[in-house]
């Protein structure tokens, strides 16, 4: 990524751009998966003051890019798009509130003009609470081989119904941020609540046959929505710091009047950690887990190979001590830092996520049946020199 902004022009004038490739040659069993992807990014943008409570920022892009591979996806040839775009967004200043409005147009070169707008705003009566609302619209092409891996193992065939037309979304988010003062030791709590429309989802279908992975736009919709609440502190009498946040989702797809919730998607997860210093010997604990709630899994399987189509709630554990060598926030330009880590320290896994392992080549054979860890125990010891 490179960025230039001309002189003489109070930095208004921003260019920037960014080429990426990537090649994969990879065999997954005897299947051979070999694809290339190739982007070219280019954009300029200009930033300008009206009036003192207005900024308003403009800008063009170009986007070119070419992916091919030697799947179903691309068998008529190398997928080739020119996207260009412009966009525009104004921010509004008004007392306790800011409102930020902005719209984009993009030309796809398959599926023509593309509209995105969004709209937000903020509200801060106090140094202490915020308020956010924001909502727009998002738009995707789907690259399924690169995306799903899952369409390249075990012994299911990929079949796609019909050419595969762009995900398009809807959303809005919702925020408030309060910080509880507790003396010298202030508590950070935030709300969110979120809720996304998808149209044209396209969802991989294990449900179909157990031999096959069907691609197909979804003929209904799907949702994402749900809450979380996050818990953030720093204590100034002890060395100690801790976070907290749970997050309960619903992950659904409606079609033909029938409600199912998505494979995959957990129904809650949550994280949580704390660090714990010791300034007179540089040296910092660190402890970080996680809990994941049930999931619905395939369960299309033959009598003898049945797996349950839910998994069950867990959590992993992980614990790391850190030293630092040198002050590595100085401006010396060099520092140093050594580190021990235990990862699933209490050594939870899931059992074999493989479905007919004892032949691995025949029809029975599958490997999506994976929840949870399939990693056992580990530990790591390395060290980091950072040069400034």
Known sequence: MTEYRPAGLNE??????????????????????????GIVFGQATWDQSIGKNFQLLTGITIRYETYNDNTPATSAGADKRWIPGVFSQGELKAGDFTFLGG???DHHSEHGIVTAPRLSSKFSPTNLTTFRVSAGTGFRVVNVFTEDHAALTGSREVVFNEDLEPEESKSITASLEQIIPFGTNPMTVS??????????KIIPDYDQDPNLIVYENLAGFSVTEGFSVGLEQN????????????????VYTEENGQRRAIMYAPKYTGVFGATYTILSLDLSLGY?????????????????FDRSSRSPTYSTHDIKITKEFADVNSDKGVGFEAYLSAENIFNYKQ?????????????EFDTIYTWGPIICRTFSIGARLNLR
């Open 12 to 37: 208004r004038l921003r260019i920037s751009g960014a080429v990426t490739y990537h090649d994969q040659d990879s065999y997954y069993g005897t299947d051979w998966y070999d694809a290339q992807q």
């Open 103 to 105: 719209i984009r147009f």
């Open 191 to 200: 709300v969110d609540g979120f809720y996304t429309h998808f149209s044209n």
């Open 235 to 250: 204590f100034t009498a002890l060395p100690i710091t801790y976070n907290a946040s749970m997050t309960i989702m619903d």
């Open 288 to 304: 970080n887990g996680s809990l994941v709630g049930p999931k619905r899994m395939p369960d299309n399987y033959a009598e003898e």
């Open 351 to 363: 059992g074999s996520p493989l479905v007919g392992a004892a032949n691995p080549f025949g029809p």
